[in-house]
T-cell receptor
């Protein structure tokens, strides 16, 4: 079965710094999603990446997908405190019918 | 357009009891998926229903079951509750197989 790994699991960074979260998956898939979760809350959709080479940007976040390398990245530019949350990638996987397999999550803390 | 709603939001049960959780999808969404989120296991897929039929199933014991009604509302049932069933249960809905899914606020289940 598909395995999805994220790293790092925890990330503490200073405001204004840049960093990248990595999402590796073990089996071919062309669909990858990034979500944000605040403590005690549900998942908020950030990006939908549907093809190799897809790049999406929203504010200080940019996500990309390399299906050949089975890798997606979520890049944070000039972090601000409001970005503190847990970020999940999810890979859509299956044959005929599909299910989402989630990564372990990356807990991001941006320090003022 | 109203979002995904889940009821109840919080629930406390004791071991051995059973529980039913409800999910009302976004209008027009016929696919409903259920997930269990725990600190130890992360986000795990339970099952997906589409047009009243279970289309996909994760690796959970038979104590976990679900159904979907003709109006696309879905219920999830857990029988003979165990302490390890304490979790945040999230449902997510989408309007077609190829589109992204949107998550509800979740039901926080505590088993004592």
């Amino acid at each position: 079965e598909l395995k999805v790994e994220q790293n790092p699991l925890f990330l503490s960074m200073q405001e204004g710094k840049n960093y990248t979260i990595y999402c590796n998956y073990s089996t071919t898939s062309d669909r990858l999603y990034w979500y944000r979760q605040d403590p005690g809350k549900s998942l908020e959709s950030l990006f939908v990446l549907l093809s190799n080479g897809a790049v999406k940007q929203e504010g200080r976040l940019m996500a990309s997908l390399d299906t050949k390398a089975r890798l997606s990245t979520l890049h944070i530019t000039a972090a601000v405190h409001d970005l503190s949350a847990t970020y999940f990638c999810a890979v859509e996987w299956g044959s005929g019918t599909y299910k989402y397999i989630f990564g372990t999550g990356t807990r991001l803390k941006v320090l003022a | 357009k109203a979002g995904v709603t889940q009821t109840p939001r919080y629930l406390i049960k004791t071991r051995g009891q059973q529980v039913t959780l409800s999910c009302s999808p976004i209008s027009g969404h016929r696919s409903v998926s259920w997930y269990q989120q725990t600190p130890g296991q992360g986000l795990q897929f339970l099952f997906e229903y589409f047009s009243e039929t279970q289309r996909n199933k994760g690796n959970f014991p038979g104590r976990f079951s679900g159904r979907q009604f003709s109006n696309s509302r879905s219920e999830m049932n857990v029988s003979t509750l165990e302490l390890g069933d304490s979790a945040l249960y999230l449902c997510a809905t989408k309007d077609s197989p190829n589109n992204e899914q949107f998550f509800g606020p979740g039901t926080r289940l505590t088993v004592l």
